[in-house]
């Protein structure tokens, strides 16, 4: 059975990817591709893989037990294919955020991950986005859902902390070095969420009239209604959103994400391959019809896949 890993990253549409398998589970599992979600891996599937509270992790023989055993039963049921999607186990935005560093602990985390699949993972997908345009909304986002405004110090940190995209990705390929690592950059798939699921299964997509846009980050004018007076400081970005750096800053973060794409256009070290699609709508076009207002209380879920802060 192929092993195929969406891993996000948060920020990236992943809520939406979500939504359109649960909508499509029927004619998905038709084709021989099993679809664990959020709703398989946050309910107890992976407990123990991880420490909580400062203890040892308990149960990682008990976490393989229960892989190898659920899919034994997807194979009973004719899958050949098993596609986990789940954003949360390179880490959450926001322990990026309180940290200033893109997802710090993804190696540990997915070396975790592979070893629960006997390290027969085929294939791993991870979406990227334009760095500053990535740090503004995982930053409104975790205000959003009540964490305090970083200080200009901290937003300082963010935009001339190096670690870019490449670093994330060797980690990512460190850590499970038996995996095809496929990199899509979000401009080409934010919306087409059919477009993701042909190239992590190289299957036909289930075919789709319904927009999808859920999870987005809260916009300038949600921040200020929740804030209150602490508000007073946010910048706008003349668009409607919060803009937390400096044009400086937002240049510097520019600029590793420039190095990132030449790196990865470049072969990436043989670590991993760029994802080319000549049919996706350019940025500022690509977003569905429907409520492009829909924020953080639209998510799919509240449990939680082990966090790593």
Same mark, same amino acid.
């Given at each position: 059975?192929?092993?195929?890993?969406?891993?996000?990253?948060?920020?990236?549409?992943?809520?939406?990817?979500?939504?359109?398998?649960?909508?499509?589970?029927?004619?998905?599992?038709?084709?021989?591709?099993?679809?664990?979600?959020?709703?398989?891996?946050?309910?107890?599937?992976?407990?123990?893989?991880?420490?909580?509270?400062?203890?040892?992790?308990?149960?990682?023989?008990?976490?393989?037990?229960?892989?190898?055993?659920?899919?034994?039963?997807?194979?009973?049921?004719?899958?050949?294919?098993?596609?986990?999607?789940?954003?949360?186990?390179?880490?959450?935005?926001?322990?990026?955020?309180?940290?200033?560093?893109?997802?710090?602990?993804?190696?540990?985390?997915?070396?975790?991950?592979?070893?629960?699949?006997?390290?027969?993972?085929?294939?791993?997908?991870?979406?990227?986005? @334009?760095?500053?345009?990535?740090? =503004?909304?995982?930053?409104?986002?975790?205000? $959003?859902?009540? %964490? +305090?405004?970083? *200080? &200009?110090?901290?937003?300082?940190?963010?935009?001339?902390?190096?670690?870019?995209?490449?670093?994330?990705?060797?980690?990512?390929?460190?850590?499970?070095?038996?995996?095809?690592?496929?990199?899509?950059?979000?401009?080409?798939?934010?919306?087409?969420?059919?477009?993701?699921?042909?190239?992590?299964?190289?299957?036909?997509?289930?075919?789709?009239?319904?927009?999808?846009?859920?999870?987005?980050?809260?916009?300038?004018?949600?921040?200020?209604? @929740?804030?209150?007076?602490?508000? =007073?400081?946010?910048?706008?970005?003349?668009? $409607?959103?919060? %803009? +937390?750096?400096? *044009? &400086?800053?937002?240049?510097?973060?520019?600029?590793?994400?420039?190095?990132?794409?030449?790196?990865?256009?470049?072969?990436?070290?043989?670590?991993?391959?760029?994802?080319?699609?000549?049919?996706?709508?350019?940025?500022?076009?690509?977003?569905?019809?429907?409520?492009?207002?829909?924020?953080?209380?639209?998510?799919?879920?509240?449990?939680?896949?082990?966090?790593?802060?």
């Amino acid at each position: 059975m192929d092993i195929l890993l969406h891993v996000g990253a948060h920020r990236t549409g992943t809520t939406s990817f979500q939504r359109y398998l649960a909508d499509h589970a029927d004619p998905i599992a038709a084709q021989g591709t099993c679809v664990w979600g959020p709703r398989q891996t946050r309910g107890g599937l992976f407990a123990g893989l991880f420490p909580a509270s400062g203890m040892l992790a308990s149960g990682p023989n008990l976490v393989n037990g229960r892989v190898s055993l659920l899919m034994g039963k997807a194979r009973d049921l004719g899958a050949d294919q098993l596609l986990i999607s789940d954003e949360n186990m390179i880490g959450s935005a926001r322990h990026s955020v309180r940290s200033g560093r893109l997802f710090p602990a993804i190696g540990e985390r997915m070396a975790r991950f592979g070893a629960s699949f006997g390290g027969r993972v085929t294939q791993v997908v991870l979406t990227i986005r @334009q760095t500053d345009h990535w740090w =503004a909304s995982a930053l409104a986002y975790t205000v $959003g859902r009540g %964490h +305090p405004v970083p *200080d &200009a110090d901290q937003i300082a940190r963010i935009a001339h902390d190096r670690r870019g995209w490449r670093d994330v990705i060797t980690d990512l390929a460190c850590a499970l070095p038996e995996a095809k690592i496929s990199i899509a950059r979000y401009d080409d798939y934010a919306g087409r969420p059919d477009a993701l699921f042909t190239q992590l299964t190289g299957r036909a997509a289930p075919a789709t009239t319904q927009g999808y846009w859920l999870n987005r980050r809260p916009d300038e004018a949600s921040l200020r209604a @929740q804030m209150g007076p602490a508000a =007073a400081g946010l910048r706008s970005d003349g668009l $409607g959103n919060w %803009h +937390p750096f400096s *044009d &400086a800053q937002a240049a510097a973060l520019r600029e590793t994400y420039a190095d990132d794409l030449f790196w990865l256009t470049a072969g990436a070290d043989g670590l991993a391959t760029l994802t080319e699609t000549s049919t996706a709508p350019r940025a500022g076009t690509s977003w569905p019809d429907g409520d492009r207002r829909k924020g953080h209380h639209h998510d799919s879920g509240q449990r939680k896949l082990a966090q790593s802060g």
